[in-house]
């Protein structure tokens, strides 16, 4: 789900450059009502007030503050990888083969990489289309579902994951809230986490 909440609406926002803030909330389907699709505006920000009792009063005085007009659910979906094909003149790149979660930002440049490759691949080839295309294959199907598989586990969630569980999930949420204390306030950890990012995105 996406609630937005800016100054004076969607219309307003779209011909200024006020600030606005963006809060996206998500876990896994089985989690949200089966007729969340469905939601629209008041209804999407009631349920992120029903599924957040416990969140602090600050962040939830912000849903209450969203903008109907511009709250709305998303289905983001991911993957899985398949077994290689026969190779034939038509192929795959981008999310056509390996769509991924977003909260990396890691899709598009994969799909860049898989471009690039197969440039390389149609254009240095001493044999024939299809061996340059089978090439290309071969090397993006596992670095292509690697990113799927590693951009789910950063940013995405099988319902099944610690922080569900009541006690491995107070430890887990003391973990993440101690270490990006430590990327707030040690500048070496900051770096560490900014060169860590760049490094997952160009992969």
């Known amino acids: 789900m996406v609630l937005n909440h800016s100054t004076a609406g969607m219309d307003y926002f779209a011909t ?8 996206a909330m998500w876990t896994s ?24 009792p416990h969140w602090h009063p600050h962040l939830r005085r912000l849903f209450e503050l969203g903008d109907p ?13 398949v077994d290689p094909w026969p190779t034939t003149n038509v192929t795959l790149l981008g999310d056509a083969i390996h769509t991924m979660t977003p909260g990396h ?11 690039a490759l197969l440039c390389r691949c149609l254009v240095g080839s001493d044999g024939s289309l299809l061996d340059a295309i089978g090439a290309y294959e071969a090397e993006m199907i596992p670095y292509g579902f690697a990113r799927v598989r590693d951009s789910l586990n950063n940013n995405g969630t099988s319902g099944n994951d610690p922080l569900y569980r009541p006690f491995a999930g107070r430890l887990a949420m003391a973990g993440a809230r101690t270490y990006f204390r430590a990327v707030d306030k040690i500048p070496s950890v900051r770096r560490k986490f900014v060169d860590d990012l760049t490094t997952y995105r160009e992969s």
Do not use: C, Q
């Open 105 to 115: 930002g890691v899709g598009a440049n994969t799909a860049l990489r898989d471009a």
């Open 69 to 81: 007009a511009s709250s709305f659910p998303v289905v983001t979906a991911t993957s899985v990888p």
């Open 16 to 23: 200024t450059h006020d600030d606005y803030i963006n809060i």
């Open 29 to 52: 389907a089985d989690r949200f009502a089966a007729n969340v699709g469905k939601l629209r505006g008041a209804e999407v920000i009631e349920l992120a007030l029903e599924m957040t």
